[in-house]
């Protein structure tokens, strides 16, 4: 492989896993390991889709690491009401069997240290952050090597999803999500905060899924399999013809950053009370502080279908029908 190397920090989670195929399918990167965190799904419900989604990319080689069970201080609130019983979409795939794979000892932290004390590697959070506090917690050093951490999470402008500022993954572990943007701080480097702003203009419509089915039927229906739930979920709360994943955003950013833009600025999180999870940007440089997050405020929507599907399709040109498909 000779992408740039990246850890993906995820709960699987229908958005999760279409983000782990976006991922294994680009040579820009190499995923040199996925840690599984308790989020949308149980952490072991995370672990064994993430190896569903494996087998279905045919990269059972990808080792996966399971990470923190609860968040750091909070009860455990997962989002099954959204991502389904068994976390992807009620589709209950067969279990990958214990002989067709080889079950890491390490957990997400030992490898997250091992890892970082040998090289620095970057880390595309997408999930609530709680392994990566861990790390910042019990061995900074390793932390301080993270080369770049691109989180989907937060929001700037835009509603919150589970409480009126708040999204899931901050809100879900916010003590977390503190001391990630905290350290970071300290380190004089910057989150890339691809937050609701962004990830709320990415709607899989059922037109584009008809569309992916009908470029690759095999991968289409496989997408179709995981995210029915999603869609009527979306339909049920928002009144929405299609599904925010807003994970691949995430990944495909981390490769190709003109798909989004925002500005750099000071953002803390919020642990308590009302605004449990919000991020808070200082948008208007109230507090002097330097900046420890690239905000990001604008996306291509259009760009990251033609780059979503082309890339996990691998087709040579363009989807031509792309932007009669997408709303932007
Ligand atoms: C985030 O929370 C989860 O439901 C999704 O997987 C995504 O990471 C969106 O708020
Ligand atoms: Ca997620």
């Not at 835009?158 to 899931?168: D, K, L, M, Q, T």
């Not at 420890?292 to 279908?305: P, R, S």
Request: with cysteine; net charge negative; glycine share 6%.
């Amino acid at each position: 492989m000779s992408g740039k190397k990246v850890i993906i920090d995820c709960d699987p989670g229908i958005d999760d896993s279409l983000a782990i195929m976006l991922a294994l399918s680009l040579e820009e990167l190499d995923v040199i390991g996925i840690t599984i965190v308790c989020g949308n799904a149980p952490v072991e419900m995370g672990y064994e889709n993430a190896l569903k989604i494996l087998r279905f990319m045919n990269r059972l080689d990808v080792p996966v690491f399971m990470g923190a069970a609860a968040p750091m201080k909070r009860p455990f609130v997962n989002a099954l009401d959204t991502h389904g019983p068994d976390g992807l979409g009620g589709s209950f795939l067969d279990s990958v069997p214990s002989d067709a794979y080889f079950r890491q000892e390490q957990t997400a932290l030992e490898f997250l240290e091992q890892t970082l004390l040998a090289e620095s590697v970057s880390v595309i959070a997408l999930g609530p952050m709680t392994n990566l506090a861990a790390l910042a917690d019990h061995c900074p050093e390793a932390f301080a090597r993270i080369d770049s951490i691109v989180s989907m999470g937060g929001s700037f402008r835009s509603h919150g999803n589970c409480s009126p500022v708040a999204e899931y993954n901050y809100w879900c572990d916010p003590d977390a999500a503190a001391i990630v943007y905290r350290e970071t701080d300290h380190l004089g480097k910057r989150i890339h905060m691809v937050g609701l702003d962004v990830t709320r203009k990415i709607v899989l419509t059922p037109d584009l899924l008809t569309y992916l089915k009908r470029l690759d039927p095999e991968t289409g229906s496989f997408v179709e399999q995981i995210t029915r739930f999603y869609f009527d979920f979306h339909w049920e709360w928002e009144h929405l013809i299609g599904c925010v994943i807003n994970d691949p955003l995430a990944v495909a950013y981390f490769v190709q950053r003109d798909l989004c833009s925002g500005f750099e600025a000071y953002v803390q999180i919020e642990t308590d009370g009302i605004c449990r999870g919000q991020s808070v940007v200082d948008s208007m440089q109230f507090l002097k502080h330097d900046p420890n997050a690239v905000v990001l405020t604008q996306v291509d929507a259009l760009g990251f279908f033609r780059f979503f599907f082309l890339r996990l399709l691998h087709l040579k040109k363009d989807p031509d029908l792309l932007p009669l498909l997408v709303r932007t």
